[in-house]
T-cell receptor
Framework: KAGVTQTPRYLIKTRGQQVTLSCSPISGHRSVSWYQQTPGQGLQFLFEYFSETQRNKGNFPGRFSGRQFSNSRSEMNVSTLELGDSALYLC??????????????FGEGSRLTVL | GENVEQHPSTLSVQEGDSAVIKCTYSDSASNYFPWYKQELGKRPQLIIDIRSNVGEKKDQRIAVTLNKTAKHFSLHITETQPEDSAVYFCAASKNTGNQFYFGTGTSLTVIP
């Protein structure tokens, strides 16, 4: 089975631009969540989607948004980029339905650099 | 919201020694506590987890203990090997979906 796939792997943007990141979960996984990883901050939860609906949202400004498609693929968008948005964005999917299902299967991440 | 604190931030041990990483959480409703290992340049991967109805769980050289009263849980690695060198993250979750609160990570170095 293919793992979680994230594209693009690396990207460089300038302040004020917007960016869209894509995530394809493991086949059969319907829950997709996004995390921001920065040095010293660990992984911070952005949002979770299940069956095309946002189920949970972290404490990030409205510039961060996401969506999920009927095939469970997910995208996240960051508008009006700031220098502090530079980070590794990790997508994770989970194998079972329902809450608190256990293991997160992470993708390799999209590394965003904002200049 | 939940707050997970993790200590130490860096840890160096000699090969064969034990390593212990500790985490505390603030929300008594949290009931699932996984540990992830992230090797340099790679994705985080689950190494062990524990649910709130269990006090201890062991998997070969790795064990996790949970003290619900004190709201803390720990990762124990025995007989450490160089391949154990990585960043380890603890996390906590409630039964409200797959929203996890992660600690800030511990960089473990095992010296051969």
């Amino acid at each position: 089975k293919a793992g979680v796939t994230q594209t693009p792997r690396y990207l460089i943007k300038t302040r004020g631009q917007q960016v869209t990141l894509s995530c394809s979960p493991i086949s059969g996984h319907r829950s997709v969540s996004w995390y921001q990883q920065t040095p010293g901050q660990g992984l911070q939860f952005l949002f979770e989607y299940f069956s095309e609906t946002q189920r949970n949202k972290g404490n990030f400004p409205g510039r961060f948004s996401g969506r999920q498609f009927s095939n469970s693929r997910s995208e996240m968008n960051v508008s009006t980029l700031e220098l502090g948005d530079s980070a590794l964005y990790l997508c994770a999917s989970t194998p079972r339905e329902g809450a608190n299902t256990g293991e997160l299967f992470f993708g390799e991440g999209s590394r965003l650099t904002v200049l | 919201g939940e707050n997970v604190e993790q200590h130490p931030s860096t840890l160096s041990v000699q090969e064969g020694d034990s390593a212990v990483i500790k985490c505390t959480y603030s929300d008594s409703a949290s009931n699932y506590f996984p540990w992830y290992k992230q090797e340099l340049g790679k994705r985080p991967q689950l190494i062990i987890d524990i649910r709130s109805n269990v006090g201890e769980k062991k998997d070969q050289r790795i064990a996790v203990t949970l003290n619900k009263t004190a709201k803390h849980f720990s990762l124990h690695i025995t007989e450490t090997q160089p391949e154990d060198s990585a960043v380890y993250f603890c996390a906590a979750s409630k039964n409200t979906g797959n929203q996890f609160y992660f600690g800030t990570g511990t960089s473990l170095t095992v010296i051969p």
